[in-house]
Structures are given as C-alpha cells and as structure tokens.
C-alpha cells in the first residue's frame, strides 16, 4: 500500500472519485467533468461528522444537475464503504460523513507503521521548485532584519521536498552594484587602519568592525601598495576580497540557524556571461522590449527633467502600471534588468519558482512577475506554452523586544542586532519556531524575555512541552513494566479518538501547506496539536481513570501509551520540517 492511501483524507478522496467514477459509469453523470476542485476536508462544524466535501457543489453545474440531487447519489455510493457509519448532506449541497471508530484507529496504526514519513506525499511529483531566499546584499553579517525571511524560507524547501518536489535553496549574491564599491571603499580604510593610520568613517560607508580582519588582512598581504594608490588600482581587489569574505560570515551565520543553500548565484558572473544581453534580446524579439522615454516624474518641471531614451520593457502588458526601464542613461543595468536576467536564467532550471522577500521590496512585485511571464511563457524558458509557475511570498520585518521595550541596537556590530548574538542567547530551534508562529506577512514581535518563558502563551515552549511530556509519560509507562501497544486500541474511548481526529489531520496540512508556500501553517498545526494533548493529559490529574498509566489494566494503558507515541511521533515530524529539535525533558 503506498504512503498516500495510508492515511485517512487521502484514502478517503480515493473513495470519492471511485464513488464519481460509479456515477459516470451509470450514466448519472457526464464523463470528463474536471475534478481539480474536489475537496475532502474536516467539517467546519465538528458536530455535522468526520469529513465533508464539496464534490457535489462543483460538479453540479457543469454536469447540469442540482447539487441537492448529485449529492444525493454521492451518498448513494459512499454509504456502502464499511467505514461510513453516517452520512448528510447541509445546505446546497455539502456532503458530511461520519466515520466508524475503527477508521480511525487504522490511522492511529498508520502513524505507527509510516513513523517519520507519516504525512509524506508524492503530490510535487519530483517536479522542481527553485526557492531563493535571504539573499541579503554581501556587506556584513547578517542581522535580524534577514533572520525571518531565512527561516521561511528554509522551512518552505524542507516542506516542499517533503511533498515529494525536488529544490533548489539558492542565494542571489547582489554583488554588482554600488553597494559592493562601498563596501570595497569601507575596507580600504580598514586596510589604511591596519598600517597605523588613523581613520574617521565618514557618513555612507560601512562602519562596523565586522570589516577590521578584512583589512587587516590585506594589510599582511600588500603592505602599503594601495595606500595612496588611485581608486582603480584597488577597487576591484578589495570588492572581490570583501565579498568573498562577507559570504564566509554569511553562510557561517546562517549555520547557526541551520539553514544551508544549494547554490549561491553571483550577479557580477551573471552581467558577465551576458545573460542581460540574453533576455534583452529575447524579449525584443517577442516585441517586449523597446527604446523609448519614460514620462516626466510627477512633480518635476522640463527644466529639471530631461527626457532620455531608455531600453523600457513593456510591463504594462502583463498587468504593470508603466513600462520599465531595464537600462540606465549610462548603459548600465538598472536593478529591475538584473533580476530579469537572473529569473530568466533560473527557470530555465525549475519548473516553478518562489522567492521571499523582505515587505519593503513591495513595489517590485508587479514588474518582476510580469517580466518572468514575458519570459518563460510560450516558446521561453517554459516549455509548455504556459508561464512557469511563479510566487513572491513578503516577509514583514521583526522588531526586536527585551521586556517590551526596543532593543538598543549595537554598535559593536555597525549599528544593527546580528542574527549570532539572538541566536546565540535563546537557541536556534527558539529562534526558527518563533519566525513561524504567525503569517510571513503579519508584523511580528520578538521579545527575548517571551520566547523563552515557560507557559502555555510561548508557542515555542507549548510544543516543545508536549514532547516532553509525551517522552515523559513513556518513561514513566515504562518504569512501571507497560509498553506501548497497538494491540488493543479499540479500548480507546471518545475522548481519545478526538485526539486521533486532529492527529489525522497532518498529511492533508502538509499538502495544502506545500501547495500554498506556506510552512507557518505547520507550526499553526502543531500548536492546536499540543493543546489537544495537554488538554487530554490535564483530565488525568482530576480523573485517575483517565490517565495514560492505569495500573490496573495493562491492556488500555498499553493502548494509550501506543496513542501518546504517535502523538510525539507526529511532533518530531512536524518540528522536523520547521528545523527544530524535539525535546526528551524540560
């Protein structure tokens, strides 16, 4: 039996389209109807059953029947399923089954049987994501303004590739533009430094000691040759020599987290491969490129304002409010032209792309999906006429707190909070979980005093918690001569089973998680999976009968330790796929 038709939505969406299939066969129902739309999915009324789907109010109309009826006949079919002990249909036409307790105590044995591939899915079908993320300019350390962005999208590939995509983790390494020249001025003052020379940092180049090694360093090597050397004796040295170092102190950070990328993609290698020139020449052939001048700025006067012609991509076509410039006045690649050419190069390597970015890049997204559109639909990098699949997922920046007040920032480290020193203060696995505990697109406070608190308001600890006690009540099973055991589950009552319900739920978030781009709905999971389990584990301290350990009946406590193992295994995977370790103690 494959991991698919193991679990219990999944199986069940099985029965329903051999269910449709019956229909077509009797003639009840057209064949060809498209059924990408079906859904099976718990009701939102617990009360109405166990799962409900709306087969009967998408197929209806294009079938020409009423919903009412379809359903009806639906109900026909799936009542003969041995599982199904109920089955209704509310309002126009949703459809609501009610399960046998034994449905669910297969599934509780799936968990057991399937282990760390519980929720494990071929849905991606090895098709390849390409996901770039973090890709902070190469001038320094990084700081907690790329710390969430790193975290989404890290636990986004891990979850992509656990729903059975192939994934490319890729860096875009910014390092062409004026912000590398900088840099490279930055260093050679340190250099100067090394040598004795006093030095002042003046306003608009880096300040931080982060760059002090670096100079130093070149200082050992060069002695005093580029002390009064003209700029472009040095410049292209120390920027090559700075980047080079900055990328050691990114990916060494980005370890602390636990993150690593596949590839790391230089801009500089890519304006000089042409791959600009490329796409410029590819999108003017296609007729969406073109010389032209861009309207006057609102506000400016003709004296202040002189019209040039300029490369100008035709974004207004696929949905941009102006056409966009992909060249500068003087030949040089404006931002937008850069990223075309990078996304032009990367789909020719995946069949889907995301990126996440940082919220302040906003304005950007129009321009950037319509150039990938232009690009990779009809004979471009998309080899099916259709534009590759493309999302930009925006990340809100996070604002650090220390008893709820705003950190004062650091000026050891250039005027910012390194990600090393939060990482280094509260643990990794704080840190990643934390990132996720709300939508990427929602404002997010960090408080150091709050992600490390022990109480049930930190997610964090809530979960990690749960485990615990999970390994905590096995060892205590254990201690006492039970073991956990699948033996005799039938003995499980209601209350049980409940926890089973939501338990049963992890695969069919991990699909819709994966399909939507969105990891946090995993921790969303595990967060109402822990207080279920606290929940149940709390009645056992008012009602003897109700704990995990009842001395006097091995049989049923072999039955609830064998559910709180499944419950910990189904945390370990869930924390597996955000990057964080379960905890056997707190």
């Known amino acids: 039996m494959s991991i698919a038709n193991q679990t219990i939505y999944a199986a069940f969406t099985g029965h329903l389209h051999a269910a449709l299939d019956a229909l077509e066969a009797a003639g009840v129902l057209p064949g060809g109807l498209k059924r990408g739309a079906i859904t099976v999915e718990p009701p939102r009324d617990p009360a109405h059953g166990d799962l409900a789907t709306n087969a009967a109010m998408v197929l209806a109309k294009p079938a020409g029947l009423k919903p009412r009826d379809l359903a009806d006949a639906l109900v026909g079919e799936l009542t003969k399923l041995p599982q199904v002990t109920g089955a209704g249909i509310a309002g126009p036409g949703f459809i609501n089954l009610r399960l046998s307790p034994a449905a669910w105590l297969t599934e509780l044995r799936a968990i057991a049987d399937l282990g760390a591939d519980y929720g494990r899915s071929t849905m991606g079908g090895g098709s390849t994501v390409n996901v770039e993320y973090v890709s902070a300019n190469p001038t320094g350390p990084m700081h907690m303004g790329h710390c969430r962005g790193a975290v989404v999208g890290d636990a986004l590939c891990t979850l992509l590739e656990f729903a059975g995509h192939k994934v490319i983790r890729e860096y875009y390494v910014n390092d062409a533009?004026?912000?590398?020249?900088?840099?490279?001025?930055?260093?050679?003052?340190?250099?100067?430094?090394?040598?004795?020379?006093?030095?002042?940092?003046?306003?608009?180049?880096?300040?931080?000691?982060y760059l002090v090694s670096i100079g130093q360093e070149l200082a050992k090597e060069y002695g005093?040759?580029?002390?009064?050397?003209?700029?472009?004796?040095?410049?292209?040295?120390?920027?090559?020599?700075?980047?080079?170092?900055m990328?050691?102190?990114?990916?060494?950070?980005?370890?602390?987290?636990?993150?690593?990328?596949?590839?790391?993609?230089?801009?500089?290698?890519?304006?000089?491969?042409?791959?600009?020139?490329?796409?410029?020449?590819f999108l003017r052939a296609r007729g969406l490129v073109y010389d032209g001048q861009l309207e006057a700025p609102k506000g400016k006067t003709l004296d202040d304002w002189e019209p040039v012609e300029l490369p100008l991509f035709r974004s207004t076509k696929f949905g941009d409010d102006q056409d966009r410039p992909i060249k500068k006045s003087d030949g040089s690649w404006t931002y937008f032209g850069a990223d075309l050419a990078y996304h032009f190069q990367k789909a020719q390597s995946a069949d889907a792309l995301v990126?996440?970015?940082?919220?302040?890049?906003?304005?950007?997204?129009?321009?950037?999906?319509?150039?990938?559109?232009?690009?990779?639909?009809?004979?471009?990098?998309?080899?099916?006429?259709?534009?590759?699949?493309?999302?930009?997922?925006?990340?809100q920046m996070v604002q650090l707190l220390r008893n709820g007040e705003p950190v004062k920032m650091s000026k050891r480290s250039g005027n910012f909070v390194t990600l090393a020193d939060v990482v280094r203060e509260v643990g990794k696995d704080v840190v990643r979980f934390t990132m996720l505990t709300r939508k990427p697109e929602a404002q997010m406070d960090f408080d150091f005093a709050k992600v490390v608190e022990a109480?049930?308001?930190?997610?964090?600890?809530?979960?990690?918690?749960?485990?615990?006690?999970?390994?905590?009540?096995?060892?205590?099973?254990?201690?006492?001569?039970?073991?956990?055991?699948?033996?005799?589950?039938?003995?499980l009552g209601e209350e049980e089973l409940e926890l089973i319900k939501l338990a049963a739920q992890f695969p069919r978030i991990v699909e819709a998680a994966a399909a939507a781009r969105e990891a946090h709905r995993i921790a969303f999971f595990l967060q109402d999976l822990a207080a279920a389990f606290h929940g149940y584990w709390n009645v056992g301290n008012d009602r003897v009968e109700k704990r995990f350990v009842v001395a006097q009946d091995g049989n049923l406590t072999g039955a609830r330790l064998f559910l709180a193992a499944q419950i910990g295994q189904l945390i370990r995977n869930g924390l597996a796929l955000l990057g964080v370790e379960a905890v056997e103690e707190m």
Not at 178 to 204: C, F, K, M
Not at 224 to 237: F, M, N, Q, R, T
Not at 258 to 278: M, N, V
Request: charged fraction near 25%; avoid cysteine.
């Open 355 to 395: 990126d996440i970015w940082g919220a302040d890049h906003a304005g950007t997204v129009k321009r950037i999906k319509a150039a990938v559109a232009a690009l990779t639909g009809g004979d471009g990098a998309g080899a099916t006429g259709e534009p590759t699949p493309f999302e930009i997922k925006l990340v």
């Open 177 to 209: 533009g004026a912000q590398v020249d900088v840099l490279a001025r930055s260093v050679h003052l340190r250099y100067r430094e090394a040598l004795g020379e006093t030095v002042t940092i003046p306003e608009g180049l880096y300040p931080g000691d």
């Open 247 to 281: 990328l050691v102190m990114i990916k060494d950070d980005l370890a602390l987290l636990g993150i690593r990328h596949d590839l790391f993609s230089s801009e500089a290698e890519l304006q000089a491969a042409g791959k600009p020139e490329e796409a410029e020449a």
């Open 224 to 245: 005093d040759k580029y002390v009064a050397a003209p700029e472009g004796d040095w410049l292209l040295l120390f920027r090559t020599r700075a980047v080079a170092a």
């Open 455 to 491: 109480s049930k308001d930190n997610p964090v600890f809530y979960v990690q918690y749960a485990h615990a006690r999970v390994s905590s009540t096995l060892r205590k099973g254990a201690a006492e001569g039970f073991a956990p055991s699948g033996e005799h589950v039938e003995l």
